[in-house]
């Protein structure tokens, strides 16, 4: 038996009746030509999802009725951020879609001294959409959270029981202390790495540096290596 398709409603479910608009009434309408009476799954991105109706097609809307909030969750037992500069072009969706599948709970766009992007309205905006898309592909029913962009020497500062930044001088994965992994935060380097500077920062701020291996790795690549390693951790604790 086919799943219901999963759609998102930018307002949050409230009562028995919801108006998808934009994209996701675009989609449900033009393009899967919805009718009256077929069955989706609707989720607001703020945890659990409904069983929902079409009731009344219109040129750009969709009116649904819903039923009781399910709370069906896929998140990690832990919040999970990473903060990392933004690679260029359409390495920032492939970036969101991983980091979403994995569990992230928050991504953070940081400035160093390496880095070439610098987020925007218009990067956020475009982010957003990625994570959304994201999110309805893989069964999460909480939005990964995209934040303001972050100075290195101010993010460093982020407190969180267990903080990683991966770098070739750290040490290997088998020695790190995860003890504390209920909070962890993740800093990636720019394409460049970081100076020696930044990571002193880091480091004398209490964050653990750890090696990925011998190879130079893309940063889009170590990020999501090292979330698909904490997430595999906790579950074996």
Not at 96 to 108: A, F, H, M, P, T
Not at 150 to 171: D, F, M, V, Y
Request: a neutral charge; proline letters at 5%; hydrophobic letters at 35%.
């Amino acid at each position: 038996m086919t799943k219901p398709r999963r759609y998102y409603s930018a307002e949050p479910i409230e009562g028995k009746h919801v108006v998808l608009y934009g994209s996701e009434a675009h989609h449900l309408l033009h393009v899967m030509r919805a009718a009256p009476g077929e069955h989706v799954v609707l989720f607001d991105g703020q945890g659990g999802q409904h069983d929902a109706k079409v009731v009344a097609c219109e040129r750009k809307t969709v009116q649904l009725t819903v039923g009781m909030r399910q709370p069906d969750e896929y998140e990690l037992p832990f919040r999970l951020t990473i903060g990392m500069p933004l690679p260029k072009g359409d390495r920032q969706r492939f970036l969101v879609d991983k980091l979403v599948e994995l569990g992230v709970s928050r991504l953070v766009p940081l400035i160093t001294a390496r880095s070439t992007m610098k987020g925007d309205n218009r990067t956020s905006t475009k982010l957003a959409s990625y994570v959304i898309g994201a999110t309805k592909q893989c069964g999460r029913n909480t939005l990964m959270e995209i934040n303001a962009s972050l100075p290195w020497k101010q993010w460093t500062q982020q407190e969180a029981p267990c903080r990683l930044i991966a770098h070739s001088n750290g040490q290997p994965w088998g020695e790190v202390d995860l003890s504390k992994s209920e909070d962890t935060q993740i800093a990636i380097g720019p394409e460049g790495g970081l100076t020696d500077k930044e990571l002193v920062q880091a480091v004398d701020q209490g964050w653990q540096a750890v090696a990925l291996g011998p190879r130079t790795l893309r940063m889009e690549t170590a990020a999501i290596i090292l979330a698909a390693s904490v997430g595999l951790e906790s579950s074996r604790q």
